[in-house]
């Protein structure tokens, strides 16, 4: 049950919008050429969109888009109240506000997913603009179109700062160029990035034990199992064909610690890296 909300619009569209609720409320998103970035001040909601669901305590935001159907919020404590701040980004406002100057943000990064929400660290920076919009709440005389061009530009600004900027741009980006890809084509795109299972099943907005399920059903095999066996023949390869560093074949192969490419190296090839490259240079 909605107990408080105030909102702003611009150019005849809601932008900003602090929403008070007590259990029990539910909310769907429409689908809409759009993107959400939503704080909560207060409580915590529980997302979730299809398979893929995780809760955002208070302090907490998070972004996603509303290309699909399916993204909703839900409470998650009885007799709890939330406070939530959400900035609506839509497609055709940000095409007018950026008239002239269209930031990086908006175009399509060569990542190979369909990822469509991504938790952000909210920094320093982050809780101030927060605190802003607060203040602009509390004093709606003193909000003009300029002032919501300005708040807009400024979390847009400091989201493409932000140590997540790469998924801010994957999910923003698809308002003006939306793509999707096969599961397979995630995983095989990212067998050797350095990203964790959690992450690949976010970029196919799957929780990770229906990420897991999914991925035997097609592999016949665990992620993990599969990624290190391709990740090691990759290793190989390289190793019999080039002169590169051990630690940057391991490196480039998605093993981040040099030790453990060792001991897993020698486990399916029976010699350590540098006696394997040194069998191909006798040869």
């Given at each position: 049950m909605v107990t408080d909300y105030k909102k702003f619009d611009l150019y005849g569209q809601t932008v900003l919008q602090r929403v008070n609720v007590k259990s029990s409320f539910e909310f769907t998103f429409p689908v809409a050429e759009q993107a959400c970035f939503l704080y909560m001040l207060k409580g915590e909601v529980e997302y979730q969109s299809g398979a893929d669901h995780?809760?955002?305590?208070?302090?907490?935001?998070?972004?996603?888009?509303c290309l699909k159907a399916g993204n909703q919020i839900r409470d998650i404590h009885s007799n709890d109240s939330s406070e939530i701040v959400i900035v609506t980004f839509h497609a055709e406002i940000l095409k007018r506000v950026y008239e002239k100057e269209f930031p990086l943000v908006f175009t399509k990064n060569d990542q190979i997913t369909?990822?469509?929400?991504?938790?952000?660290?909210?920094?320093?920076?982050i809780q101030k603009y927060i605190e802003g919009l607060l203040f602009y709440f509390e004093n709606p005389s003193l909000v003009s179109e300029d002032i919501l061009i300005l708040k807009l530009k400024?979390?847009?600004?400091?989201?493409?700062?932000?140590q997540q900027a790469d998924i801010v741009q994957t999910i923003l980006s698809q308002l003006f160029s939306p793509t999707?890809?096969?599961?397979k084509q995630i995983v095989e795109a990212n067998l050797f990035s350095q990203i964790s299972v959690e992450?690949?099943?976010q970029m196919n907005n799957l929780s990770t034990s229906s990420f897991k399920r999914e991925f035997r059903r097609l592999y016949d095999d665990s992620p993990a199992s599969y990624i290190k066996a391709k990740r090691l023949e990759r290793a190989a390869q390289l190793l019999s064909a080039s002169n590169e560093r051990i630690s940057n074949v391991a490196f480039d192969c998605?093993?981040?610690d040099?030790?453990?490419?060792?001991?897993?190296?020698?486990?399916?090839?029976?010699v350590s890296p540098t006696n394997y490259r040194s069998k191909f240079n006798q040869s």
């Open positions: 995780l809760n955002i305590p208070a302090h907490q935001s998070l972004l996603l888009n369909n990822q469509q929400r991504g938790v952000i660290n909210n920094d320093f920076l400024e979390i847009v600004l400091l989201l493409s700062q932000t999707t890809f096969t599961f992450q690949l099943a998605g093993f981040n040099l030790a453990n490419f060792t001991k897993s190296f020698r486990h399916k090839y029976g």
